[in-house]
């Protein structure tokens, strides 16, 4: 166990639907981050938190929408996805102190098929 | 903006014998850089990591070098086990960077 949770850890959806992901840090970590990891790219990043303020947004499409109500929690709001955004959805956490320069502490990853 | 090629892209050895992988970047400024390994069905695990004031680090099985002048950084395996197989990352770092770029991953793969 890393200490960052994330639900569920499959999700199928159609492109109309709403669904949100969720990740939990208890490792009493400042920064945050949302990863996204496909079949055929690097691993991508999406969103940066620092200290509960977005830092980084990584040219993301507004069909994806972060929310981070405290240090050890993390959502990615999904709505009107297409079938590309189907990828493996990686939840990290660092310490925020000293910025990127950090170890990432991963959790497992949201598994998501868009339809 | 950092710009980071990781080789081989796949990598199968035989189990008792040595893996290396490279991992090149393009930004001088970098200064920390980290390794880490993704087993299926979970997400990446720092491994080992080094920081640019140093030219080897060693954990055990496992060690990084690092070139600083040709900039590149490896990655070494010795003894490899079967729970080696796993995909690695480099993911190399300047402290005045606001984000991270991990390379393309190599897929190891220890024969028994």
């Known amino acids: 166990e890393t200490g960052v949770t994330q639900t569920p850890r499959h999700l199928v959806m159609g492109m109309t639907n709403k669904k949100s992901l969720k990740c939990e840090q208890h490792l009493g970590h400042n920064a945050m981050y949302w990863y996204k990891q496909s079949a055929k790219k690097p691993l991508e990043l999406m969103f940066v938190?620092?200290?509960?303020?977005?830092?980084e947004n990584n040219s993301v499409p507004s069909r994806f929408s972060p929310e981070c109500p405290n240090s050890s929690h993390l959502f990615l709001h999904l709505h009107t996805l297409q079938p590309e955004d189907s990828a493996l959805y990686l939840c990290?956490?660092?310490?925020?102190?000293?910025?990127?320069?950090?170890?990432?502490?991963f959790g497992p990853g949201t598994r998501l098929l868009v339809l | 903006g950092e710009n980071v090629e990781q080789h081989p892209s796949t990598l199968s050895v035989q189990e008792g014998d040595s893996a290396v992988i490279k991992c090149t970047y393009s930004?001088?400024?970098?200064?920390?850089f980290p390794w880490y390994k993704q087993e299926l069905g979970k997400g990446p695990q720092l491994i080992i990591d080094i920081r640019s004031n140093v030219g080897e680090k060693k954990d055990q099985r496992i060690a990084v070098t690092l070139n600083k002048t040709a900039k590149h950084f490896s990655l070494h395996i010795t003894e490899t086990q079967p729970e080696d197989s796993a995909v690695y990352f480099c993911?190399?770092?300047?402290?005045?960077?606001?984000?991270?770029?991990f390379g393309s991953g190599t897929r190891l793969s220890i024969r028994p």
């Open positions: 938190y620092n200290f509960k303020e977005q830092t």
């Open positions: 993911a190399p770092l300047a402290s005045s960077a606001s984000k991270i770029i």
């Open positions: 990290a956490s660092s310490h925020g102190r000293q910025g990127a320069s950090e170890t990432q502490y």
């Open positions: 930004d001088s400024a970098s200064n920390y």
